[in-house]
């Protein structure tokens, strides 16, 4: 339900509100990989619209970093 709260929030240029809502639905999230590392991948996105390019990176490399210490392939 926050997940698609964020994505209408991004839809709608709210990002700064995308943002808190996405940790929000990432921290409910913790213990399931994929579905956290697909919020990273989510919360990547408002500093990439801002041109925030490195913290886009660095959410994205949180993301990486989930899966791969899960072991899931």
Known sequence: MLEALGDIK???GELEEANSVYRAARRIA???PLEEARLWQ?????????GNFQQALRRLSRGLRVLHDSGDD
């Not at 989510?42 to 801002?50: Q, T």
Request: charged content about 40%; proline content about 7%.
């Open 10 to 12: 991004v839809r709608l």
């Open 30 to 32: 913790r213990g399931s």
């Open 42 to 50: 989510k919360e990547a996105e408002v500093p990439l619209r801002l």
